[in-house]
């Protein structure tokens, strides 16, 4: 296991301490999404070190997670401008939705 070492200033380093990344978020949701389809090409190439590969998963659940806190905020908008009830997309919506490259798929696994 790796150790961790406590500077001075109490902040924690090495391993187990939680990168600048994950704490510096995009700005908005495109932005994240632009990000994180770029870090999943980049360790869909299999260029990356191991440790490289692991500080980009860990980029990368932090995306999504930024990505699925977003997306709620927007649903609770929708809810209240809807009167709390969510409506279908219409299909013109869908259609233009999933050849931007959206999927119904909602899982995490493809990291």
Do not use: I
Request: aromatic fraction near 2%; charge should be negative; glycine fraction near 8%.
């Amino acid at each position: 296991m790796a150790k961790t070492a406590v500077q001075q200033t109490g902040e924690v380093t090495g391993a187990d301490a939680p990168s600048a990344d994950a704490a510096r978020l995009p700005e908005n949701y495109e932005a994240a999404l632009a990000e994180l389809e770029a870090l999943v090409a980049r360790m869909e190439e299999g260029a990356l070190s191991l440790e490289e590969s692991l500080a980009a998963y860990r980029r990368g659940a932090a995306l999504v997670g930024f990505c699925q806190q977003q997306l709620e905020k927007v649903e609770q908008q929708v809810r209240v401008l809807d009167g709390e009830t969510l409506k279908p997309l219409p299909a013109d919506v869908q259609r233009a939705t999933q050849g931007a490259g959206a999927t119904n798929d909602h899982g995490d696994d493809d990291l």
